[in-house]
């Protein structure tokens, strides 16, 4: 696996925090198309929503709309948006590895195996997370039936071997393995299967169901062959956010303290400065259980936003990295 690696950070400016406290709840790369920030080298990429978005006022006539002042009407919001952000670049070149997890994930070189690898090649499974399924011991010729359960509830899908080489350049839907459509996986050699990188962000339902419960089981079947392997859950800790599938409009905040009310903003960019201004608040998520939260941008925003000028959404943070466009 290769490392990660990241240009050097720059701090954002003007983070403000209230002395409000938290309200407490009782719920919930890739390819990802950012802001350009010269030079980019993106890989984010990331349902269910936990967020309440605002109607946006009158839609501006000019390309880049002056920055108004952050106005939040819920007086229980624990942090401000800043008026002023610097936009900053990341990227790495790391992907799973099913023929390496053989030695470091337990019970994956047993025959047959199955579990979900990660860049880390780690026995457990996070949101988000680049992620493959891999399997070891099966017939590359024959379809394998695959169930993930979560808390009480299963999701099949169907994993199709494919003469294909794995070309790890690709992203599948980051809901896969809670959809029910069809994962193709590619020989690796010595009995292993493995699919295409995606970036793990299961249906809300899902994301909760595996907070409440801190286990995903998997299990595989071919005839007679049948493999199961239970994955701890780990909650990100990390206060990031990035988008959930290239094209979509949504936007995964994740790493928060559960029950943080966070204002999301959106922000017009100025890329010859590396620099973005608030433009107004969109709307504000509510970290769940789980520490993720998707946020559907308003689509009055996507339009008011489109081929006139870059723009950014983000909530508060101390670096701005891959500031997503809306």
Same mark, same amino acid.
């Given at each position: 696996?290769?490392?990660?690696?990241?240009?050097?950070?720059?701090?954002?400016?003007?983070?403000?925090?209230?002395?409000?406290? =938290?309200?407490?709840?009782?719920?919930? =790369?890739?390819?990802?198309?950012?802001?350009?920030?010269?030079?980019?080298?993106?890989?984010?990429?990331?349902?269910?929503?936990?967020?309440?978005?605002?109607?946006?006022?009158?839609?501006?006539?000019?390309?880049?709309? =002056? *920055?108004?002042?952050?106005?939040?009407?819920?007086?229980?919001?624990?942090?401000?948006?800043?008026?002023?952000?610097?936009?900053?670049?990341?990227?790495?070149? /790391?992907?799973?590895?099913?023929?390496?997890?053989?030695?470091?994930?337990?019970?994956?070189?047993?025959?047959?195996?199955?579990?979900?690898?990660?860049?880390?090649?780690?026995?457990?499974?996070?949101?988000?997370?680049? &992620? /493959?399924?891999?399997?070891?011991?099966? /017939?590359?010729?024959?379809?394998?039936? %695959?169930?993930?359960?979560?808390?009480?509830?299963?999701?099949?899908?169907?994993?199709?071997?494919?003469?294909?080489?794995?070309?790890?350049?690709?992203?599948?839907? =980051?809901?896969?393995?809670?959809?029910?459509?069809?994962?193709?996986?590619?020989?690796?050699?010595?009995? %292993? $299967?493995?699919?295409?990188?995606?970036?793990?962000?299961?249906?809300?339902?899902?994301?909760?169901?595996?907070?409440? *419960?801190?286990?995903?089981?998997?299990?595989?079947?071919?005839?007679?062959?049948?493999?199961?392997?239970?994955?701890?859950?780990?909650?990100?800790?990390?206060?990031?956010?990035?988008?959930?599938?290239?094209?979509?409009?949504?936007?995964?905040?994740?790493?928060?303290?559960?029950?943080?009310? $966070?204002?999301?903003? $959106?922000?017009?960019?100025?890329?010859?400065?590396?620099?973005?201004?608030?433009?107004?608040?969109?709307?504000?998520? &509510?970290?769940?259980?789980?520490?993720?939260?998707?946020?559907?941008?308003? /689509?009055?925003?996507?339009?008011?936003?489109?081929?006139?000028?870059?723009?950014?959404?983000?909530?508060?943070?101390?670096?701005?990295?891959?500031?997503?466009?809306?």
């Amino acid at each position: 696996m290769r490392p990660r690696t990241l240009l050097p950070g720059i701090v954002m400016l003007g983070w403000l925090v209230t002395g409000c406290g =938290s309200d407490s709840t009782s719920g919930t =790369s890739g390819g990802a198309t950012d802001v350009p920030v010269p030079p980019v080298t993106t890989s984010r990429a990331a349902d269910a929503t936990s967020v309440a978005p605002t109607v946006p006022p009158t839609v501006p006539s000019s390309a880049s709309p =002056s *920055a108004s002042p952050s106005v939040t009407a819920d007086p229980a919001t624990d942090v401000l948006l800043a008026q002023q952000i610097t936009l900053l670049a990341a990227g790495d070149g /790391a992907v799973p590895d099913c023929a390496a997890d053989l030695g470091r994930i337990p019970g994956a070189g047993e025959v047959p195996a199955v579990w979900i690898g990660n860049i880390r090649g780690r026995d457990r499974v996070l949101t988000p997370d680049e &992620v /493959a399924l891999c399997l070891n011991g099966f /017939a590359p010729g024959e379809p394998v039936e %695959v169930t993930v359960t979560a808390g009480g509830k299963q999701y099949t899908t169907t994993a199709r071997p494919a003469s294909s080489g794995l070309t790890s350049s690709t992203l599948e839907p =980051s809901d896969s393995l809670f959809a029910h459509r069809e994962l193709t996986v590619h020989e690796l050699g010595n009995g %292993v $299967l493995q699919s295409e990188k995606w970036w793990f962000v299961p249906p809300d339902t899902a994301r909760e169901d595996l907070a409440a *419960a801190g286990e995903l089981t998997i299990r595989a079947t071919q005839g007679a062959l049948s493999a199961r392997h239970s994955h701890p859950v780990e909650l990100p800790d990390r206060p990031d956010r990035m988008r959930v599938d290239e094209g979509s409009h949504r936007i995964l905040v994740h790493g928060f303290e559960p029950g943080t009310r $966070l204002p999301v903003g $959106l922000y017009a960019a100025d890329a010859s400065s590396n620099s973005a201004s608030l433009v107004r608040q969109i709307g504000t998520v &509510v970290m769940p259980r789980s520490r993720t939260a998707v946020f559907t941008v308003p /689509a009055a925003v996507v339009e008011e936003t489109r081929g006139k000028g870059v723009y950014c959404v983000t909530v508060p943070m101390e670096a701005q990295y891959n500031c997503p466009a809306p």
